[in-house]
């Protein structure tokens, strides 16, 4: 068993966590702030109310129903850059904004896992890449950007329409991405009949979700079956396979878990912890958890 590891997402010039506390985070994406509910701020906050009153849209939650209220002049969307990618950032009614900051330790790590492979005139351009739930593709541009060519699957028209848009943003529209509208496991088991096979595969399943079809995702059940279907979508020598996770309750070490038997067979290591981002000018650095992970490499 492996030390969990904790990867933080520092404040940089685009996206900084400002404060957290009592139920809520407040965020800066570009020059706009945000606030929104999160369930894991269970201590109090640091910044006075009327900062906190300076956000520029405050989504907040009635019973089971939530909607934002956004101050005047704010616009529909508007751009940011992280790392080197660059995303549409835009208030949708499930209270997220379509990019999870946290994720930005893990979009370097995969930048670093295609650039590795010594093989292939362009360093990565060999490297095929399976990234499933990719929602508005950060982990594919992340990819991308490195030089692998990625096949991007997603149940939401809209999720991919918006990856598509963040790719053109990027400047990575002509990137060999082939986005797919499909059920992850319905998609999955026609490439192992395909025998198609892949150097890394991406996964951030929900704990409940539906494909475009309105098939029913569930952690519990089709969470396993789909990682045994994956394993064989590996090549003899594969490079990695990562696995994110959110709300579903579960520890990095069941991550953990199902990942090592690749080590038995492929070598290498995995690697699981949280996710957390850390807040902007505070003396004890307080970091907020933003979920788990479990990545194995063969390096």
């Not at 790392?83 to 549409?88: D, H, N, T, Y």
């Not at 892949?198 to 494909?211: T, V």
Request: net charge negative; proline share 8%; with cysteine.
């Amino acid at each position: 068993m492996n030390n969990p590891t904790i990867l933080i997402t520092e404040p940089s010039a685009d996206y900084a966590l400002l404060d957290s506390g009592d139920g809520e985070k407040l965020e800066r994406f570009g020059q706009y702030l945000l606030s929104r509910p999160d369930p894991q701020a269970l201590w109090p906050k640091r910044l006075p109310e009327t900062e906190w009153k300076k956000a520029h849209a405050r989504f907040s939650r009635d019973g089971k129903q939530g909607d934002w209220s956004l101050k005047p002049g704010i616009p529909e969307r508007w751009p940011i850059v992280m790392g080197e990618l660059k995303f549409w950032i835009k208030p949708t009614p499930f209270k997220h904004v379509g990019l999870f900051p946290e994720q930005a330790p893990n979009w370097k790590w995969l930048g670093e896992q295609v650039q590795g492979v010594s093989s292939g005139a362009g360093g990565g351009d060999d490297v095929e890449i399976l990234n499933l739930f990719g929602y508005t593709g950060a982990a594919t541009l992340a990819c991308a950007a490195a030089g692998a060519k990625v096949v991007h699957v997603d149940g939401s028209k809209a999720a991919i329409a918006w990856a598509r848009e963040n790719a053109e943003l990027s400047g990575l529209d002509k990137k060999p991405v082939r986005w797919i509208l499909d059920d992850a496991r319905a998609f999955v088991r026609r490439e192992v009949k395909r025998g198609r096979l892949y150097d890394g595969i991406i996964m951030d399943p929900p704990a409940f979700g539906h494909g475009p079809d309105n098939e029913v995702w569930t952690i519990e059940e089709h969470f396993l079956p789909l990682l045994e279907d994956c394993k064989k979508l590996l090549k003899p020598q594969p490079l990695f396979f990562l696995i994110n996770g959110y709300a579903a309750g579960y520890s990095p070490l069941a991550y953990e878990n199902n990942l090592l038997p690749l080590t038995d067979t492929y070598g290498g290591s995995v690697e699981m912890g949280e996710l957390a981002i850390a807040e902007t000018e505070t003396a004890r650095k307080r970091l907020l958890p933003a979920g788990i992970f479990g990545r194995w490499t063969s390096s």
